[in-house]
T-cell receptor
Framework: AQSVSQHNHHVILSEAASLELGCNYS??????LFWYVQYPGQHLQLLLKYFSGDPLVKGIKGFEAEFIKSKFSFNLRKPSVQWSDTAEYFC???????????????FGTGTRLLVSP | KAGVTQTPRYLIKTRGQQVTLSCSPI?????VSWYQQTPGQGLQFLFE???????NKGNFPGRFSGRQFSNSRSEMNVSTLELGDSALYLCASSIGTGRINEKLFFGSGTQLSVL
């Protein structure tokens, strides 16, 4: 079964620091990968996604993620964080149900990022 | 266009009771998925409904059930509540093609506390 690991549960950074959140998945076939963000008091929203092509994916608000197939990783990065980036970040991989072909998202446990001004 | 609406926003129940949560998807969306979010566990998939039929199911006990109405609104029911059921329950809607590039839109969730 597909699974997603986010090893950093809590990250605290100062403004302007660089960010990298780790995400590893377990699945041997073709994967589709996502990062979702949940700002305090708001609903979950899509930050960026990878389906195919260029393994370096650009998302909203200056975020990017790199798909490294050999490492089964899809780490999220941002060169300079802002206080407004304080949120919880979830990595997710789609899981294809073999007998029906329909899919569900499998999420990691999330990383809480706190950016101090 | 209104987003995904979940009601109620907060619920407090006691062990052994049952609870029903409601989700209204975005107009035109026919798929509704439910997730349980807890600290340390992240989001865990409960089930997905499409055209009033359960299309996909996660690994939760039978106490967790759902249904979808003809207008695509969905309800989730948890019977015989346990303390461990305390969580944020999220609903997500999508058009419902099942294709890999289909975008999910999440509601703000229902925060359930079981005492």
């Amino acid at each position: 079964a597909q699974s997603v690991s986010q090893h950093n549960h809590h990250v605290i950074l100062s403004e302007a620091a660089s960010l990298e959140l780790g995400c590893n998945y377990s699945y041997g076939g073709t994967v589709n990968l996502f990062w979702y963000v949940q700002y305090p008091g708001q609903h979950l929203q899509l930050l960026l996604k990878y389906f195919s092509g260029d393994p370096l994916v650009k998302g909203i608000k200056g975020f990017e993620a790199e798909f490294i197939k050999s490492k089964f990783s899809f780490n999220l990065r941002k060169p300079s964080v802002q206080w407004s980036d304080t949120a919880e970040y979830f990595c997710a991989v789609n899981a294809v149900r073999v007998n029906t072909g329909f899919q569900k998202l499998v999420f990691g446990t999330g990383t809480r990022l706190l950016v101090s001004p | 266009k209104a987003g995904v609406t979940q009601t109620p926003r907060y619920l407090i129940k006691t062990r052994g009771q049952q609870v029903t949560l409601s989700c209204s998807p975005i107009s035109g969306h026919r798929s509704v998925s439910w997730y349980q979010q807890t600290p340390g566990q992240g989001l865990q998939f409960l089930f997905e409904y499409f055209s009033e039929t359960q299309r996909n199911k996660g690994n939760f006990p039978g106490r967790f059930s759902g249904r979808q109405f003809s207008n695509s609104r969905s309800e989730m029911n948890v019977s015989t509540l346990e303390l461990g059921d305390s969580a944020l329950y999220l609903c997500a809607s999508s058009i419902g093609t099942g294709r890999i590039n289909e975008k999910l839109f999440f509601g703000s969730g229902t925060q359930l506390s079981v005492l």
